[in-house]
């Protein structure tokens, strides 16, 4: 499950990393998931920072992650962890590599259906392409240019087993918050670009949904 998180948020943290301050909001007005997904839109190479925390039967409290996100081609996709260990995750051609203390490892998104599904519908978002990723999942986009939510829930057996759906927060062109919404397990919350910046000193569940759904 892991794993798949990792997969999942990968390309949707891309949609958002542009690597300089989003432009200002614009003017009030109701969205729908086309005006969205054409901000989402973004051409390599691309970064941003991100946030997020793991909650744990394990952990007396949630275990949190930071890091940054690159995109430096249009076909690689990078997940650098910093804190409080380091470790890297890259996409590419169809194959995550996991480094992390010196060690390296590969396996095919192949080997998994919705691993299948979760790269082609990502690589659909990041080029704005709505009705290929209406082959995935279904849309749903509600609120303002100022503050929008759009619901991606999956279409596919195989991710629908593992995934109930994601919901994308932000506001004019800026994604700040991707919310994971597991089957099993609790609902995992990542900030990216200026809210992550803003989540300096939050360490607890409800300082960083108030960051995700600040306006």
Known sequence: MRILKTVLLLPLAMAS???????????????DAGWILSKLARPAPTQTDFVELRGSALLKTPLR??????RPTNDTLVRAVRAPYAETTTIRNGEATIERNGKARTFSLSRAPELQGLQASFGAMLAGDRTQLERYYTIEAAGTRQSWAMTLTPRERALAGKVRGIVLRGRGAELRCIETRPVKGDLQRTLLASAARSAHGATDAAALAALCTAQ
């Open 17 to 31: 990393a542009t690597g300089v301050s989003a432009a200002p909001p614009e003017p009030a007005a109701s969205v």
């Open 65 to 70: 992650i930071e890091g940054q996100y690159r």
